[in-house]
């Protein structure tokens, strides 16, 4: 099942804005996930899941035009850390990439970040999906 259950304001503004708290938005991003997924624990093979949560937007959402440079350590710093602890922390099942491309490669087909950070660093075993 795919829900967009978060439709408050206060929820818009959690998805979708800037966080200058990156521990707070973290924290926040955990407890949303694991209310949503029915407080769900355990790895992904001994849960069966009745509904997932979905972290967005990966990666560089929050920047104008189609293409943004980040560099490695503003990455690191500013925008990993709350997705970081989603997947670690929160177990979240699915990662909706941005419709940015970042340092000229689109995060839908990002190998780097979706492959070689989200999976292969953070342990991410879920799925991708486009904000396209």
Do not use: C
């Amino acid at each position: 099942m795919y829900t967009n259950a978060p439709t408050a304001v206060l929820w818009h503004i959690l998805s979708f804005e800037r966080q200058e708290d990156i521990f707070l938005s973290g924290e926040y991003a955990v407890q949303f996930i694991h209310g949503l997924q029915n407080g769900s624990a355990g790895s992904p093979a001994e849960v069966h899941y009745q509904i997932i949560a979905t972290a967005k937007h990966y990666l560089g959402y929050d920047m104008t035009g189609g293409n943004t440079n980040i560099s490695d350590r503003w990455a690191a710093e500013y925008y990993l850390p709350q997705f970081e602890k989603a997947i670690k922390v929160g177990n979240v099942r699915e990662i909706m990439t941005a419709h940015v491309a970042v340092n000229g490669v689109r995060m839908a087909a990002n190998q780097f970040y979706n492959q070689h950070i989200a999976r292969d660093t953070f342990g991410f075993t879920g799925l991708f999906t486009s904000d396209w």
